[in-house]
């Protein structure tokens, strides 16, 4: 008699626990329905992505890793035609060993004296500008045809002749540039110049984002999780390359996780440098927590949702550190000041040294509600959608105050920010 009193006890228990989630999903779900700022900043996103393609006011390229970020939500404001044209610019610019640039201007607007510009004569209306410090340029190109045949089923892009290639066979080149070019044999993994997590700055010149004689080559997490991400999407669009490629992202997987994730402090280290720092040799990097190369590493699938959980706690809790406004923060600690040439990463907390860029902390949103963590995506996203409400528009990045910096009219934070509202609006919490 006692068993089944027992049996049925923890029965009861297991009820009222499963009433208690359902209504507090169903409190989640009418909160997110009722916010206010939601339709607001979806509304606002909509109005500024009207605009234009160029990443936002101050800026007169397209820029192919911005356009990643803003090009599903211009699919439900342009004609697709327009989306792919942008697209096929970049193919027609791209390098003669497959390198992708990293935004065109119309060739008009070049003045006097600018000379880092790229031309192409399969596209002489525009000129092509290259950070060439980034390892990014071609898997974000990649990353954004797959998101344009996803949002608007239109995969004839892929067929397109650019010269005497494919657009097919244009993408492979692009990756193949990255094997050839930037790939290290020692560690399986693709390297760039020594920046700040995802930024385009290196510490060693005044301008910082060309690489020249003064370079340290570095790997890290954003370059390498951004190629996973690319190679995945490539095999989706383009399934008769999964033998060749598959087996080459299966190794960047498993050498990010050997060679990148620290075990034991559960985060990803900042470089491995393939000569040496370009700090002092006292300086203990490893201190820095990289919160946009962590968000991606999400997105390509290299954190299991236990690490996933731990990664977002170290977030909250070094945002609490910094005193900052939100999960789109940086890094933290920033490197000290006087750490990089340009003056634009100095103080701390400024620009790409600590400053707060929602483009990258939408992201790391849309990740967790993908992995189930509504609720603490719903908590962590309540700063970043009130300052666009509270300044009346997407800035470029906020100061460590919260106070609005660079564009006002940042289309990446507007397309990563839409991206989440929605991925809430249709999500359904863990259980």
């Known amino acids: 008699m006692k068993k089944y009193l027992a049996i049925i006890t923890i029965a009861l228990a297991f009820n009222a626990n499963a009433q208690q989630h359902s209504k507090t999903d169903q409190e989640l779900s009418t909160q997110i329905a009722n916010d206010k700022d939601f339709q607001f900043v979806k509304d606002k996103a909509l109005e500024i992505i009207s605009e234009g393609f160029t990443a936002g006011d101050g800026y007169r390229e397209v820029w192919i890793r911005d356009y990643n970020t803003f090009i599903s939500i211009a699919s439900k404001v342009y004609p697709k035609e327009e989306l792919k044209e942008n697209l096929l610019v970049f193919f027609r610019m791209q390098g003669e060993d497959g390198n992708i640039i990293d935004g065109f201007s119309p060739a008009e607007s070049i003045k006097e004296g600018e000379t880092d510009f790229s031309y192409s004569e399969l596209e002489p209306r525009y000129a092509g500008h290259k950070n060439t410090v980034e390892t990014d340029q071609e898997t974000s190109l990649i990353q954004t045809v797959y998101k344009y045949i996803k949002a608007t089923g239109d995969d004839s892009i892929l067929d397109e002749m650019v010269g005497e290639k494919t657009?097919?066979?244009?993408?492979?080149?692009?990756?193949?540039?990255?094997?050839?070019?930037?790939?290290?044999?020692?560690?399986?993994?693709?390297?760039?110049?020594?920046?700040?997590?995802?930024?385009?700055?290196?510490?060693?010149?005044?301008?910082?984002?060309?690489?020249?004689?003064?370079?340290?080559?570095?790997?890290?997490?954003?370059?390498n999780a951004m190629m996973i991400i690319a190679l995945n999407n490539l095999m989706d669009i383009l399934p008769d390359t999964r033998t060749k490629w598959n087996?080459?992202?299966?190794?960047?997987?498993?050498?990010?996780?050997?060679?990148?994730?620290?075990?034991?402090?559960?985060?990803?280290?900042?470089?491995?440098?393939?000569?040496?720092?370009?700090?002092?040799?006292?300086?203990n990097e490893r201190e820095i927590y990289y919160f946009g190369g962590t968000a991606i590493a999400i997105e390509a699938g290299l954190l299991s949702k236990k690490e996933i959980k731990a990664s977002l706690d170290e977030m909250i809790s070094r945002v609490k550190q910094a005193g900052a406004p939100s999960i789109g923060l940086t890094i933290y600690p920033p490197y000290p000041e006087g750490f990089f040439a340009n003056k634009i990463m100095n103080p701390i907390?400024?620009?790409?040294?600590?400053?707060?860029?929602?483009?990258?902390?939408?992201?790391?949103?849309?990740e967790l509600v993908k992995n189930g963590f509504v609720k603490e995506a719903y908590e962590q996203i309540q700063p970043m959608t009130a300052r666009v409400v509270k300044n009346n528009g997407f800035f470029e990045w906020y100061s460590v105050n919260n106070e609005p910096r660079g564009s006002g009219t940042f289309k990446g934070s507007a397309g990563v920010l839409y991206d989440a509202i929605e991925a809430l609006e249709n999500a359904k919490n863990e259980k």
């Open 167 to 223: 657009v097919s066979e244009r993408l492979e080149w692009a990756m193949e540039f990255l094997m050839n070019e930037r790939y290290v044999n020692e560690y399986g993994l693709i390297w760039g110049a020594t920046t700040a997590d995802w930024g385009d700055v290196q510490p060693e010149h005044a301008w910082g984002v060309d690489l020249d004689e003064n370079t340290h080559r570095a790997i890290d997490v954003y370059d």
């Open 247 to 283: 087996p080459i992202k299966e190794d960047f997987a498993k050498n990010v996780r050997k060679y990148l994730w620290d075990k034991k402090e559960q985060k990803f280290i900042p470089h491995i440098y393939l000569e040496e720092s370009p700090f002092p040799i006292d300086f």
């Open 349 to 366: 907390y400024s620009y790409q040294n600590g400053g707060d860029w929602t483009w990258f902390g939408g992201r790391m949103i849309l």
